[in-house]
């Protein structure tokens, strides 16, 4: 079992920055791959980015590319999304997840999840 307590959300201008960070707690939290995620009014959930247990391999969508990185600390417990020159598209509640087998982009296949931050950008 793996816990996950997102946090950092709040609301920004257009152009501005966050930090959201991600505790994970539980048994062998470190091992598992972990993801962020968003889901906005409307709109069907959409994959942001992942990361392995080990933090070498990491991976964005398009839509945030260059924008958002990904990361995380292991002697820390956390993964972290810093977002720069956000949009009012961004707009979302946005959730980290965990995997036990690996990353993926598929949301289906994570096997444990937060209950999200909202992040809301103004224009």
């Known amino acids: 079992q793996v816990q996950l307590v997102e946090s950092g959300g709040g609301m920004v201008q257009a152009g501005g920055s966050l930090r959201l960070s991600c505790a994970y707690s539980g048994r062998s939290g470190d091992t598992y791959a972990l993801g962020w995620f968003r889901h906005a009014p409307s709109k069907e959930r959409e994959f942001i980015a992942h990361i392995s247990s080990n933090g070498r391999v990491k991976y964005s969508a398009d839509s945030v590319r260059g924008r958002f990185t990904i990361s995380r600390d292991n002697a820390k417990n956390g993964v972290y999304l810093q977002m720069t020159s956000l949009k009012p598209e961004d707009t979302a509640v946005y959730y980290c997840?965990?995997?036990?087998?690996?990353?993926?982009?598929?949301?289906?296949?994570?096997?444990?999840w937060g209950r999200g931050t909202q992040v809301t950008v103004s224009s």
């Open positions: 997840a965990a995997r036990r087998l690996g990353v993926t982009t598929a949301a289906d296949l994570y096997d444990y």
